[in-house]
């Protein structure tokens, strides 16, 4: 059963406007969230986290936000360029509660931004 | 440099061949680690190393024997492999255990015929 859930393989948005990834997660355990981003040919690239003592972080273009009620957590990126498109994942970690180095990840939404 | 590098990029070999994956960090991390990325599945943890010591086994198959000879370097040594272990390599390392912004390598394409 996967604990980290990414219920949208992929996603289209115009160049300027905003994009919303989704994820959702079962355990709660969890204590920190994690963004990647991966385009083709590369490994997995940081992007940006947030810990559950927080609903929101912020950098730059891109703000993740998490609701620890609901379980779900979010990244915006406003405003959306055509070098975001890529294959964002949500991983998730239960750092004091579950197995050390233990990243969860979801399977990934794919982004394009159309100019 | 991108830091974490894995060679080679892509691998096909044969399900009675041998083979080593390798994997090299420039970062002055302590932690390594192996996942695997088949198609349509999220990356799965495989193995993780801190301080050149193996912390978990995350339940994989005795076909994958994993290597930390120091804290740069890993290797996951390969060895009668089956077409559905055909997926993507992945290593990453990370300063320390539970610091969980891990980075990558660029992967080994892996197919087995």
Redesign the interface.
Known sequence: DQQVKQNSPSLSVQEGRISILNCDYTNSMFDYFLWYKKYPAEGPTFLISISSIKDKNEDGRFTVFLNKSAKHLSLHIVPSQPGDSAVYFCAASARYGGSQGNLIFGKGTKLSVKP | ETG?T?TPRHLVMGMTNKKSLKCEQHLGHN?M?WYKQSA??????MF?Y?FKEQ??N?SVPSRFSPECPNSSHLFLHLHTLQPEDSALY?C?S?PR??N????????TRLTVV
């Not at chain 2, 349509?40 to 943890?45: D, S, T, V, Y």
């Not at chain 2, 969980?100 to 992967?107: C, D, I, P, Y």
């Open positions: 974490v894995q932690a680690y349509k599945k999220p990356l799965e943890l993780v801190n912390t978990e995350n992945l990453a990370s255990v539970m969980t912004e891990a980075f990558f390598g660029q992967g």
